[in-house]
């Protein structure tokens, strides 16, 4: 994935990158309000893969999935000097992707691409998870009308039904991560997830209704 913004190489490196990411976040956001094209540099290496994931399970297009990452990280550029650290720094980098790509998925409307889905609803409350990956053959699946029929029901989630669906399964948050990109309470991440499930299982029991 490629980015626009000029990055420089610098001497040595800086004193962020020797820690774990958690520790060094609020050092990076410092070094990024003081404009370290360095520190930007890091920032995607950091969260590039997590941020585009999260838009490729929204969208499930690789170049839609893409533009949201690239607007995610340039609003990030451009807007880190007003960060005051209420929120996790990841947690701010998933609220900025979840709601760019919905976004995308209002202005596109009911343009949807076929792509891969790498998290899936079994039958036994459990969700059969890989980690992400864009080339997966979709060997859980049984042809193309079914991921088709799938991936429509999915679609057809409320927002934040799906936002928590995606956070929960593809991206493994806990609750109370979703809960904080979310600004909602745990409480309310599980009723939204249940429901998900619920509405999911249920076109999912039924393959012969049509969408």
């Known amino acids: ?15 962020y990158l020797s820690g774990s990411a958690a ?10 309000q003081q ?6 540099r890091t920032l995607v290496a950091r969260y590039q893969d997590r941020v585009y994931t999260t838009a490729f399970s929204l969208l499930r297009s690789a170049e839609e999935a893409e533009d949201v990452a690239q607007e995610v990280f340039v609003e990030v550029y451009q807007t880190v000097a007003r960060f005051r650290g209420e929120a996790s720094l990841s947690t701010w980098l998933y609220r900025l992707a979840t709601s760019r790509a919905l976004q995308h998925r209002r202005r596109l409307k009911a343009k949807k691409r076929f792509a891969y889905f790498t998290s899936l609803l079994g039958f036994d409350n459990q969700v059969l998870h890989e980690p992400p990956d864009h080339a997966h053959p979709l060997a859980l699946l049984e042809g193309e009308q079914q991921l088709r029929l799938l991936l429509n029901h999915i679609d057809r989630l409320p927002s934040q039904q799906q936002v928590a669906f995606t956070l929960r399964h593809e991206q493994e948050l ?18 939204l997830l249940f429901r998900a499930r619920q509405t999911l299982r249920r076109h999912l029991q039924s393959p012969s209704r049509h969408v």
Not at 1 to 15: G, H, N, R, V
Request: charged share 15%; aromatic share 6%; hydrophobic share 50%.
């Open 35 to 40: 404009g370290s094209e360095a520190a930007f």
């Open 1 to 15: 994935m490629a980015f626009s913004l000029p990055l420089i190489s610098t001497l040595a490196p800086p004193s």
């Open 174 to 191: 806990s609750y109370e991560e979703i809960a904080a990109v979310l600004d909602t309470t745990v409480s309310a991440v599980e009723s």
């Open 23 to 32: 520790a060094g976040d609020a050092e990076l956001v410092a070094h990024l």
